[in-house]
């Protein structure tokens, strides 16, 4: 099994070439720069792994004779595109591992009939947030069936980020929130001038499991909100993160980005924890409540892709553009990555 990864030399790039090689399949290193993908692959122990190297405009004979394609390279705004066209030119399946909430809307709008001409599965925001965030939701609302409205949280506490995270997280908080209710979405609110804005109505605090006393929390703009509503019957969805990590990516102009690190050590990534969680409300007042948690966000980011990519050639799903709850079964992916998760209610 042939696996492409795009923007192999990047951090994250370079994590997930590593996990295909742990899996027994085959990379082949994607990029722009042929002396930075020959130090990836030397470090990921692949010094004889096929390099090809490729503008964004030369990308599809670069994918052709691959079964899928893991898109590590953003911010995914300005360069994710065209990737998923090559992608589905050369008739590869597609994941990425964008966590940006409007460019996933337009590759799930965007892409799907295109995809399912070629049939090839497209699935963006295969990370530690959209992936496990879309499945815990999905889960957590089957406890209700109908639900009136969820709240998809992430609730880590800040930690060492790549220089990558910051320039997708900064893109995001450019863009600004969106929230689903009644069939569409809308900004929740308008991007703001200073500080993480907090959406109308929504919740300021969050328990969370594991520690005592509650989260003060603020609107932002994850995944979920464009992937639930696909596949769960909700009135409205909204996502929000805790307020101390909010302020910080508000905080991110380019020269902050610029001087942040490249890649995050091992040791702090080893030590950090994300969680994400999903609180669902029927309309008949039940409540459901999910999280999934687990260590090392990075390193848990590459099992994803590559399990995700993986999955898709080995097993299948429908052509077209799918959220990650759509196109793998959740409880068996989220116990596939070893990770702590529960759903209550």
């Known amino acids: 099994m042939r696996i492409a990864v795009h923007g192999a030399s990047g951090f994250t790039g370079r994590l997930t070439v590593a996990e295909v090689l742990r899996r027994g399949l085959t990379p082949v290193l994607v990029g722009r720069d042929e002396d930075r993908l020959r130090k990836a692959a030397a470090e990921a122990g692949a010094d004889g792994a ?11 004979g670069a994918l052709r004779g691959c079964d899928a394609v893991i898109n590590c390279a953003g911010p995914f705004t300005l360069l994710g595109e065209p990737v998923v066209r090559a992608a589905i030119a050369a008739g590869a399946h597609y994941v990425d591992t964008t966590g940006e909430q409007r460019y996933i809307g337009r590759v799930l709008d965007g892409f799907w009939e295109d995809a399912r001409r070629a049939g090839v599965s497209v699935v963006p925001a295969m990370a530690d947030d959209g992936g496990p965030g879309d499945m815990i939701a999905h889960l957590t609302a089957a406890r209700l069936g109908v639900v009136d409205e969820m709240v998809v949280a ?15 997280m900064a893109a ?3 863009e600004g929130p969106l929230e689903y209710e009644d069939g569409a979405w809308r900004t929740a609110a308008p991007p703001p001038d200073a500080g993480p804005p907090r959406a109308s109505g929504g919740p300021v605090s969050l328990a969370v499991p594991g520690e005592p006393g509650q989260a003060p929390v603020s609107v932002f703009a994850l995944p979920g909100v464009v992937t639930v509503p696909r596949h769960v019957r909700a009135r409205r969805v909204r996502s929000v993160i805790r307020s101390e990590v909010a302020a910080m990516f508000s905080s991110l102009t380019p020269d902050v980005v610029d001087a942040v690190p490249e890649t995050v050590d091992p040791q702090t990534r080893s030590a950090s924890r994300w969680l994400m969680l999903a609180e669902a409300t029927g309309p008949d007042g039940r409540r459901s409540r999910g999280w999934v948690t687990g260590s090392d966000g990075y390193g848990t980011t590459a099992v994803i892709a590559v399990e995700g ?7 299948g799903a429908p052509a077209g553009t799918l959220t990650p709850a759509q196109a793998f079964d959740p409880e068996s992916f ?7 998760w529960q759903v209550l209610g």
């Open 50 to 60: 096929d390099i090809r190297v490729a503008s964004l405009d030369e990308l599809t």
């Open 154 to 168: 992430d609730l880590r506490h800040p930690a060492g980020g790549s220089r990558g995270t910051a320039r997708s």
């Open 172 to 174: 995001v908080f450019a």
């Open 309 to 315: 990519a993986r999955r898709l050639v080995a097993d």
């Open 334 to 340: 989220l116990n596939h990555l070893g990770v702590t």
